[in-house]
């Protein structure tokens, strides 16, 4: 080989090189970004969790309060209303069917079991008894 032959290849290798290192550096800008995006993503998940375990920790001390443990048969009977309301509302009843109490829950009486009757008639007493003491 020529010595300019060997120079001119010199330089085109010397060019490549340059080329690399460029696109080597612009890769490692772009990782570094990266990075540093990894660290804010991570410091917010830390964050969601953090705020997760405390509202967790605050519904828990809600479900140990003795005032959740109490009110839970009545949220049991409002879940059961709310079944029963649902299910009415399903079977599109008629309105000379259905009975309209006060607090405009639709239920045909009828088609509910000797036990749902009885509660639903309990339920009714109790309310009534409440707006009589007011």
């Known amino acids: ?3 300019d032959e060997i ?5 085109r290798l010397s060019d ?3 080329e690399r290192d460029a696109e080597l550096e ?4 772009e990782l570094n970004i990266t990075y540093a995006k990894l660290d804010a993503l991570q ?3 830390n964050n969601i969790r953090t705020q997760f375990n405390a509202v967790q920790a605050e519904l828990q001390h809600v479900y140990a309060s003795r005032s959740y443990r109490i009110t839970a048969p009545m949220r049991a009977v409002i879940g059961w209303m709310r079944v029963w309301r649902d299910r009415m509302n399903s079977r599109n009843l008629h309105s000379d069917s259905a009975m309209i109490n006060n607090n405009g829950l639709s239920l045909d009486v ?4 000797q036990k749902e009757q009885k509660i639903y008639a ?3 007493k109790a309310v009534e008894q409440k707006k009589a003491r007011r």
């Open 1 to 3: 080989m020529e010595p």
């Open 7 to 11: 120079r001119n290849e010199l330089n």
């Open 16 to 18: 490549q090189l340059s």
């Open 26 to 29: 612009a890769v490692h800008s």
């Open 43 to 45: 410091a917010e998940l």
């Open 110 to 113: 009828n088609n509910l079991s």
């Open 122 to 124: 309990d339920l009714l």
